[in-house]
């Protein structure tokens, strides 16, 4: 059964600050990873996906970077803004399109 | 970009009656849309697959009868939780993907609905 860990569950940085935001999963065996981000109550948006054949993606100040062989991906977020502020979930892509998501991280940014 | 659009985002009600919900891709259209669940603190969890024109496949201890799902067209699938009970009060959200890419393409999901039984 896959499982997808994100690390830390909480981050409290300052404005300004770089940061990074890390996902592990069990299972190797995935199509895709994607990156999203979650306001308090609303839903889902797609930040960055990353196909399985990649190693990274980058838009903005974000990029993404995905280890398949060792399940991990990892979320970097230059020059965080306190409008960066919100719950950053990690999922892999299964068969048939089904996601497994993390618990995700909460961030603050402070200004 | 492709919009999923979802409603109602909030709805409250009393224990044991049943609320709908709908889930709306508005610019594309999706042969196939998912129904996920987020209780507090926890993660997304899947609850069922639902199939323009065919039964819904659900997740295992999800309750097919309790969540009916219907995908009658090719751009609406709605989630009906039947004689709701105040442990069904989650946060329901749906995700659809545009009917002709594959696995390269991200999922839309709508803003969710956050039900709440009395």
């Known amino acids: 059964k896959q499982e997808v860990t994100q690390i830390p569950a909480a981050l409290s940085v300052p404005e300004g600050e770089n940061l990074v935001l890390n996902c592990s999963f069990t299972?190797?065996?995935?199509?895709?990873l994607q990156w999203f981000r979650q306001d308090p109550g609303k839903g889902l948006t797609s930040l960055l996906l990353?196909?399985?054949?990649?190693r990274e993606q980058t838009s903005g100040r974000l990029n993404a970077s995905l280890d398949k062989s060792s399940g991990r991906s990892t979320l970097y977020i230059a020059a965080s803004q306190p409008g960066d502020s919100a719950t950053y979930l990690c999922?892999?892509?299964?068969?048939?399109?089904?996601?497994?998501f993390g618990k995700g991280t909460l961030l603050t940014v402070n200004p | 970009g492709a919009v999923v659009s979802q409603h109602p985002s909030r709805v409250i009600c009393k224990s044991g009656t049943s609320v709908k919900i709908e889930c709306r891709s508005l610019?594309?259209?999706?042969?196939?849309m998912f129904w996920y669940r987020q209780f507090p603190k926890q993660s997304l969890m899947l609850m069922a697959t639902?199939?323009?024109?065919?039964?819904?496949?659900?997740e295992q201890g999800v309750e097919k009868d309790k969540f009916l799902i219907n995908h009658a067209s090719l751009t609406l699938s709605t989630l009906t939780v039947t004689s709701a009970h105040p442990e069904d009060s989650s946060f329901y959200i749906c995700?659809?993907?545009?009917?002709?890419?594959?696995?390269?393409?991200?999922?839309?999901f709508g803003n969710g609905t956050r039900l709440t039984v009395t």
């Open positions: 999922a892999v892509i299964r068969s048939n399109y089904k996601l497994t």
């Open positions: 610019d594309f259209q999706a042969t196939t």
């Open positions: 299972d190797s065996a995935i199509y895709n």
């Open positions: 639902s199939n323009e024109g065919s039964k819904a496949t659900y």
């Open positions: 995700s659809a993907r545009p009917g002709a890419r594959g696995y390269n393409s991200p999922l839309h």
């Open positions: 990353i196909q399985s054949s990649q």
